[in-house]
């Protein structure tokens, strides 16, 4: 996957994301290794390649409800790789990370894992535009958001991701009651596990990578598509980490009225010249004031809104059922099949 990015920066010039614009290497638009499938009545699978002819290892079910009101949703249970390797997270280049000013963190990370995508063998980028965007804490808070990156286009938030880690495998995404959920393709590790007191000890010591999140709009959601151990040791140790969000996006024009662009102008024009008559009523206009009105008045710069996009396939529905009934059974949850099964 050839890639190429470019800063993106908010109106007051502050770090928002990347960029990145990808093309196949050999200009084909293939399927990336881990993808959503959509299949018949509105069935929903990420599935992930596992190399030579092996069936692909499924992360996910998801069906919509017939109104449209929410998603039933289903872990799998493969421990399939991740999309960023661990190779790229070594411990050389996580003190290089750490020993960054703040600001300079996500903005570097960011590079690291677009690199890390674009090069992975488990990645779920296909050709198009895409964004990865930085998520901050807010002080004090397990509630993390961007800031707008323009004027026109408000921010991303996240209300909590201390209950993103959950045993429990399945999941009613409630779009009309809940907000933006944080759902994990892997069961929380054991509390004794290695690498996850490693990731513990960085957390501690302000070290900690962000997580890689995906915001997929079929969900109108997020999965964790690298750190889950991260997370989780964010979480023992009670130190909110950052996030780098990833999303396909699309450019949609902003149509500007002319008329009350001209209208905006003939004011300032009309207030210029009584000021220079030295009228009292007309008391000076700041710069700030000025410079925020014309921008939203005249930029039109396209919004990068989000769109995920998955691959149809043929496989009956049938088979979907089949799977979902087949794990359920196996969580010693068969009573919720029927949730599923309805549309």
């Known amino acids: 996957m050839n890639l190429h990015w470019k800063d993106l920066e908010t109106d007051s010039g502050q770090w928002f994301g990347l960029a990145l614009q990808c093309r196949a290497d050999d200009g084909r638009h293939r399927k990336p290794p881990l993808r959503l499938e959509s299949g018949a009545n509105g069935r929903i699978r990420l599935v992930q390649e596992r190399g030579g002819s092996a069936e692909p290892a499924v992360r996910f079910w998801a069906t919509l409800l017939d109104d449209y009101a929410g998603v039933h949703w289903l872990r799998g249970d493969d421990e399939a790789d991740s999309p960023v390797p661990a190779s790229m997270l070594d411990s050389a280049t996580v003190e290089r990370h750490a020993a960054l000013p703040q600001a300079q963190r996500l903005p570097g990370w960011s590079r690291v894992f677009a690199q890390a995508l674009a090069k992975g063998p488990a990645s779920f980028l296909y050709p198009g535009l895409w964004v990865l965007m930085g998520m901050r804490p807010q002080a004090g808070a397990w509630t993390f958001q961007t800031e707008p990156l323009h004027r026109a286009q408000g921010h991303w938030r996240l209300e909590d991701a201390r209950d993103a880690l959950r045993e429990d495998p399945v ?29 513990r000890k960085k957390a501690r010591e302000d070290a900690l990578p962000p997580v890689l999140l995906w915001y997929l709009s ?98 009956p529905e049938a088979l979907w059922l089949d799977e979902v009934r087949a794990r359920l059974e196996a969580l010693g949850r068969g009573d919720r099949m029927a949730e599923f099964a309805r549309r």
């Open 218 to 315: 079929c969900l109108d959601g997020y999965v964790v598509a690298d750190g889950h151990l991260r997370l989780q040791a964010a979480q023992l140790e009670d130190r909110p980490p950052s996030f780098l969000v990833a999303y396909s996006a699309y450019e949609q024009a902003v149509q500007r009225d002319p008329a009350a662009q001209r209208a905006i102008l003939d004011s300032y024009e009309r207030h210029a010249r009584e000021r220079a008559l030295r009228l009292p009523q007309r008391r000076p206009i700041g710069v700030d004031s000025i410079n925020a009105t014309l921008i939203a008045a005249f930029d039109d710069r396209p919004l990068l809104l989000p769109r995920s996009y998955g691959w149809a396939t043929r496989r």
């Open 171 to 199: 999941s009613f995404i409630d779009w009309w009651h809940g907000r933006y959920p944080v759902l994990n393709l892997r069961a929380p590790a054991d509390p004794d596990d290695g690498r996850l007191k490693w990731w």
